[in-house]
Protein backbone atom coordinates (compact mmCIF):
# COMPACT_ATOMS: atom_id res chain seq x y z
CA UNK A 1 0.00 0.00 0.00
CA UNK A 2 1.34 3.51 -1.11
CA UNK A 3 1.81 6.06 1.58
CA UNK A 4 1.23 9.36 1.73
CA UNK A 5 3.24 11.40 -0.88
CA UNK A 6 3.87 15.00 -1.39
CA UNK A 7 4.98 17.02 -4.08
CA UNK A 8 7.14 18.66 -4.83
CA UNK A 9 9.62 17.84 -2.53
CA UNK A 10 11.39 21.31 -2.65
CA UNK A 11 10.16 24.38 -3.84
CA UNK A 12 12.28 27.80 -3.68
CA UNK A 13 10.43 30.70 -4.92
CA UNK A 14 10.85 34.58 -4.41
CA UNK A 15 8.60 36.78 -1.69
CA UNK A 16 5.24 37.76 -3.55
CA UNK A 17 5.47 34.45 -5.85
CA UNK A 18 2.49 31.80 -5.99
CA UNK A 19 3.34 27.84 -4.51
CA UNK A 20 1.15 25.26 -4.78
CA UNK A 21 1.58 22.39 -2.73
CA UNK A 22 0.14 19.09 -3.69
CA UNK A 23 -1.22 16.07 -0.85
CA UNK A 24 -2.25 12.31 -2.04
CA UNK A 25 -3.37 10.70 1.36
CA UNK A 26 -3.42 7.44 1.43
CA UNK A 27 -6.17 5.40 -0.64
CA UNK A 28 -9.53 5.73 1.11
CA UNK A 29 -8.56 7.87 4.12
CA UNK A 30 -11.25 10.59 4.81
CA UNK A 31 -8.81 12.68 7.02
CA UNK A 32 -6.14 15.18 5.57
CA UNK A 33 -4.43 17.26 8.14
CA UNK A 34 -1.53 19.97 6.52
CA UNK A 35 0.78 21.12 9.13
CA UNK A 36 3.61 22.96 9.48
CA UNK A 37 7.06 23.42 10.96
CA UNK A 38 8.95 26.59 10.73
CA UNK A 39 12.54 26.73 11.12
CA UNK A 40 13.28 25.88 15.12
CA UNK A 41 9.98 25.90 16.02
CA UNK A 42 7.77 22.87 16.77
CA UNK A 43 4.95 21.75 13.98
CA UNK A 44 1.73 23.09 13.97
CA UNK A 45 -1.45 22.21 12.89
CA UNK A 46 -2.75 24.35 9.95
CA UNK A 47 -5.91 22.42 9.05
CA UNK A 48 -8.48 19.07 8.54
CA UNK A 49 -10.25 17.80 6.28
CA UNK A 50 -13.15 14.91 6.00
CA UNK A 51 -13.42 13.94 2.70
CA UNK A 52 -13.86 17.37 0.77
CA UNK A 53 -15.01 19.50 3.90
CA UNK A 54 -12.91 21.44 5.77
CA UNK A 55 -13.42 20.24 9.42
CA UNK A 56 -11.30 23.01 11.08
CA UNK A 57 -8.79 25.24 9.76
CA UNK A 58 -8.30 27.09 12.56
CA UNK A 59 -4.56 26.84 12.18
CA UNK A 60 -4.52 28.50 8.53
CA UNK A 61 -2.18 31.70 9.54
CA UNK A 62 -3.82 34.10 7.30
CA UNK A 63 -6.19 34.24 3.81
CA UNK A 64 -2.46 33.99 1.86
CA UNK A 65 -3.54 30.38 1.90
CA UNK A 66 -6.11 28.33 0.39
CA UNK A 67 -6.70 24.53 1.10
CA UNK A 68 -8.41 22.34 -1.35
CA UNK A 69 -9.47 18.88 -1.25
CA UNK A 70 -11.92 18.66 -4.49
CA UNK A 71 -13.48 15.03 -4.64
CA UNK A 72 -12.06 14.24 -1.08
CA UNK A 73 -9.08 12.50 -2.48
CA UNK A 74 -5.69 14.47 -2.99
CA UNK A 75 -5.34 18.43 -1.34
CA UNK A 76 -3.61 21.13 -2.59
CA UNK A 77 -2.35 24.13 -0.30
CA UNK A 78 -1.25 27.11 -2.17
CA UNK A 79 -0.02 30.29 -0.91
CA UNK A 80 -0.31 33.52 -2.48
CA UNK A 81 1.71 35.80 -2.28
CA UNK A 82 3.90 34.56 -0.65
CA UNK A 83 6.23 35.90 2.22
CA UNK A 84 9.21 35.20 3.89
CA UNK A 85 7.68 33.93 7.05
CA UNK A 86 5.85 31.21 5.05
CA UNK A 87 9.16 29.24 4.53
CA UNK A 88 9.59 25.87 6.31
CA UNK A 89 8.67 22.07 5.70
CA UNK A 90 4.49 21.46 5.00
CA UNK A 91 3.84 18.21 6.51
CA UNK A 92 0.53 16.35 5.26
CA UNK A 93 -0.96 12.96 7.00
CA UNK A 94 -4.24 11.45 7.04
CA UNK A 95 -5.94 8.65 8.88
CA UNK A 96 -8.21 6.29 8.16
CA UNK A 97 -11.55 6.56 9.48
CA UNK A 98 -14.17 9.20 11.16
CA UNK A 99 -12.69 9.25 14.59
CA UNK A 100 -10.00 12.04 15.06
CA UNK A 101 -8.18 10.04 17.35
CA UNK A 102 -6.54 7.66 15.09
CA UNK A 103 -2.90 7.23 14.30
CA UNK A 104 -1.66 9.52 11.32
CA UNK A 105 0.41 8.64 8.47
CA UNK A 106 2.46 11.16 7.84
CA UNK A 107 3.62 12.33 4.26
CA UNK A 108 7.55 13.22 3.51
CA UNK A 109 6.56 16.91 3.52
CA UNK A 110 7.34 19.99 1.22
CA UNK A 111 10.47 22.20 2.08
CA UNK A 112 9.12 25.63 0.51
CA UNK A 113 11.78 28.10 0.80
CA UNK A 114 10.24 32.08 0.27
CA UNK A 115 13.15 34.38 -0.72
CA UNK B 1 -4.28 25.46 24.37
CA UNK B 2 -2.10 22.96 25.23
CA UNK B 3 1.29 23.40 26.06
CA UNK B 4 3.75 20.13 25.02
CA UNK B 5 7.50 20.24 26.66
CA UNK B 6 9.85 17.40 25.84
CA UNK B 7 12.50 16.84 27.83
CA UNK B 8 15.63 16.30 27.24
CA UNK B 9 15.85 18.65 23.90
CA UNK B 10 19.23 17.03 23.39
CA UNK B 11 20.67 13.58 23.96
CA UNK B 12 23.50 11.64 23.46
CA UNK B 13 24.01 7.77 24.42
CA UNK B 14 26.20 5.43 23.91
CA UNK B 15 24.91 2.05 22.16
CA UNK B 16 23.29 -0.22 24.40
CA UNK B 17 22.16 2.30 26.86
CA UNK B 18 18.62 2.24 28.14
CA UNK B 19 16.85 5.91 26.92
CA UNK B 20 13.74 8.38 28.72
CA UNK B 21 12.64 10.46 26.47
CA UNK B 22 9.61 12.34 29.10
CA UNK B 23 6.86 14.56 27.47
CA UNK B 24 4.23 16.62 29.73
CA UNK B 25 0.89 18.41 28.48
CA UNK B 26 -1.39 20.73 30.26
CA UNK B 27 -4.95 20.02 29.56
CA UNK B 28 -6.77 17.04 29.05
CA UNK B 29 -6.38 14.73 25.94
CA UNK B 30 -8.11 12.44 23.97
CA UNK B 31 -4.92 10.45 22.63
CA UNK B 32 -0.57 10.96 22.13
CA UNK B 33 1.18 10.46 19.90
CA UNK B 34 5.53 9.52 19.81
CA UNK B 35 6.61 10.56 16.45
CA UNK B 36 10.29 9.34 14.77
CA UNK B 37 12.03 11.75 12.06
CA UNK B 38 15.23 10.53 10.62
CA UNK B 39 17.74 13.56 9.46
CA UNK B 40 16.18 14.18 5.92
CA UNK B 41 13.55 11.54 6.84
CA UNK B 42 9.74 11.58 6.96
CA UNK B 43 7.73 11.76 10.12
CA UNK B 44 6.94 7.63 11.00
CA UNK B 45 3.78 7.43 13.56
CA UNK B 46 5.17 4.93 16.45
CA UNK B 47 2.59 4.80 19.03
CA UNK B 48 -1.27 6.21 19.86
CA UNK B 49 -2.17 6.25 23.27
CA UNK B 50 -4.45 7.07 25.31
CA UNK B 51 -3.98 4.98 28.93
CA UNK B 52 -1.58 2.58 30.03
CA UNK B 53 1.48 1.32 27.97
CA UNK B 54 2.54 -0.01 24.86
CA UNK B 55 5.64 -1.83 23.63
CA UNK B 56 7.11 -2.46 19.87
CA UNK B 57 10.12 -4.27 19.52
CA UNK B 58 12.71 -1.92 21.67
CA UNK B 59 10.35 0.66 22.12
CA UNK B 60 7.82 0.93 24.96
CA UNK B 61 5.73 3.83 25.31
CA UNK B 62 3.80 4.76 28.70
CA UNK B 63 1.62 7.40 29.87
CA UNK B 64 -0.36 8.63 33.31
CA UNK B 65 -3.28 10.27 32.43
CA UNK B 66 -3.63 12.12 35.82
CA UNK B 67 -0.15 13.21 35.42
CA UNK B 68 -0.61 14.40 32.36
CA UNK B 69 2.90 12.88 31.78
CA UNK B 70 4.20 10.23 29.01
CA UNK B 71 7.77 8.67 28.51
CA UNK B 72 9.17 6.94 25.34
CA UNK B 73 11.83 4.29 26.13
CA UNK B 74 14.02 2.29 24.08
CA UNK B 75 16.16 -0.70 25.14
CA UNK B 76 19.36 -1.74 23.97
CA UNK B 77 19.85 1.71 22.08
CA UNK B 78 21.46 1.17 18.78
CA UNK B 79 22.99 3.80 16.08
CA UNK B 80 19.71 3.37 13.87
CA UNK B 81 17.84 4.87 16.70
CA UNK B 82 19.39 8.55 16.13
CA UNK B 83 16.61 10.71 15.10
CA UNK B 84 14.32 13.73 16.00
CA UNK B 85 11.39 11.87 18.60
CA UNK B 86 8.10 14.26 19.08
CA UNK B 87 5.05 13.94 21.43
CA UNK B 88 2.07 15.33 19.74
CA UNK B 89 -0.82 15.39 21.70
CA UNK B 90 -4.40 15.29 20.48
CA UNK B 91 -7.07 17.63 22.54
CA UNK B 92 -10.40 16.90 23.08
CA UNK B 93 -12.79 18.32 20.78
CA UNK B 94 -9.99 19.39 18.59
CA UNK B 95 -9.16 18.30 15.38
CA UNK B 96 -5.46 18.78 14.76
CA UNK B 97 -2.51 17.76 16.96
CA UNK B 98 -0.18 19.96 19.27
CA UNK B 99 2.89 19.43 19.01
CA UNK B 100 6.55 19.35 21.27
CA UNK B 101 9.95 20.69 19.88
CA UNK B 102 11.17 17.21 19.52
CA UNK B 103 14.10 15.51 21.38
CA UNK B 104 17.44 15.12 19.15
CA UNK B 105 19.00 11.93 19.78
CA UNK B 106 22.08 10.76 18.98
CA UNK B 107 23.38 6.89 19.90
CA UNK B 108 27.11 6.93 19.50
CA UNK B 109 28.71 3.53 18.54
Known amino acids: EAGVTQFPSHSVIEKGQTVTLRCDPI?????LYWYRRVMGKEIKFLLH????????ESGMPNNRFLAERTGGTYSTLKVQPAELEDSGVYFC?????????????FGPGTRLTVL | KNEVEQSPQNLTAQEGEFITINCSYSVGISALHWLQQHPGGGIVSLFM???GKKKHGRLIATINIQEKHSSLHITASHPRDSAVYIC???????????FGKGTHLIIQP
Open chain 2, 88 to 98: AVLQGGADGLT
Open chain 1, 49 to 56: FVKESKQD
Open chain 1, 93 to 105: ASSPTSVTADTQY
Open chain 2, 49 to 51: LSS
Open chain 1, 27 to 31: SGHDN
